[in-house]
């Protein structure tokens, strides 16, 4: 699986971005993909992910503010950030993985196989 993401930009404090994620080659039917994020000098975390079947969880630290979405036709991912603060800053990277539907999506990062370049987000005050 390849995962590319874009939207990564500079702006400043309240405003918002979405970033992109498109996969391609193997598809699986039945997954989950999301986000994590990585700011200079700390660990990968966890902003969120979606199931297959639509069944979305967010870190606390951007619910309210922040929103994941799939587009299954355009094997898109996308991520919907609001009210951007400047600890925000981080790259940001696209994951995936081919999972149960029965089971929640892991929140570890070593828990999926697949990961995208980054894009980077930058947020001015």
């Known amino acids: 699986v390849q995962l590319v993401e874009s939207g990564g930009d500079s702006v400043q404090a309240g405003g918002s971005l979405i970033l992109s994620c498109t996969a391609s080659?193997?598809?699986?039917?039945?997954?989950?993909m999301g986000w994590f994020r990585q700011a200079p000098g700390s660990e990968r975390e966890r902003i969120g992910t979606?199931?297959?079947?639509?069944?979305?969880m967010y870190q606390d630290s951007v619910k309210g503010r922040f929103t994941i979405s799939q587009d299954s036709a355009k094997n898109t991912l996308y991520l919907q950030m609001d009210s951007l603060k400047p600890e925000d800053i981080a790259m940001y990277y696209c994951?995936?993985?081919?999972?149960?539907?029965?089971?929640?999506?892991?929140?570890?990062?070593?828990?999926?196989?697949?990961w995208g370049q980054g894009t980077q987000v930058t947020v001015s005050s």
């Open positions: 979606v199931r297959s079947d639509g069944k979305t």
């Open positions: 994951v995936a993985n081919s999972w149960l539907l029965s089971v929640d999506c892991p929140i570890y990062a070593s828990a999926f196989a697949n």
């Open positions: 080659g193997v598809i699986f039917s039945s997954h989950c």
